[in-house]
């Protein structure tokens, strides 16, 4: 599947924010209909990807933070990724690890 969202006719200062949060939405709807959920291979934008998500915890580059995690997977924030992990595991991330790593 390939979703595609044009917008040309939004407001220029308001384009990139409506864009991430209608994907978002479309993420989690087709993620809610489609069993077991949906794995995104690419997200591409035509505007660049912001430095550092603000607010975010970040690592030293281990690739295990949330933060980076949701950059690499497409999503706009942390806080989306964590609230789509919790749903579909019944737990956060970082408990999540914790216990694989507690065996």
Same mark, same amino acid.
């Given at each position: 599947? @390939?979703?595609? *969202?044009?917008?040309?006719? *939004?407001?220029? /200062?308001?384009?990139? !924010? #409506?864009?991430?949060?209608? *994907?978002?939405?479309? =993420?989690?709807?087709?993620?809610?209909?489609?069993?077991? /959920?949906? $794995?995104?291979?690419?997200?591409?934008? @035509? !505007?660049? $990807?912001?430095?550092? #998500?603000?607010? $975010?915890?970040?690592? $030293?580059?281990?690739?295990?933070?949330?933060?980076?995690?949701?950059?690499? #997977?497409?999503?706009?924030?942390?806080?989306?990724?964590?609230?789509?992990?919790?749903?579909? =595991?019944?737990?956060?991330?970082?408990? =999540? /690890? %914790?216990? %694989?790593?507690?065996?």
């Amino acid at each position: 599947m @390939r979703v595609e *969202l044009d917008d040309a006719a *939004l407001p220029a /200062g308001m384009a990139r !924010f #409506l864009a991430e949060r209608d *994907l978002a939405a479309i =993420h989690t709807v087709i993620g809610e209909l489609a069993p077991g /959920g949906v $794995s995104v291979r690419e997200v591409a934008f @035509r !505007f660049p $990807s912001p430095p550092v #998500l603000a607010g $975010s915890r970040t690592c $030293s580059g281990c690739g295990r933070c949330s933060a980076r995690r949701a950059a690499r #997977l497409g999503y706009a924030e942390a806080a989306a990724f964590i609230h789509a992990f919790r749903r579909r =595991h019944g737990t956060t991330p970082g408990d =999540h /690890g %914790r216990r %694989r790593r507690a065996g």
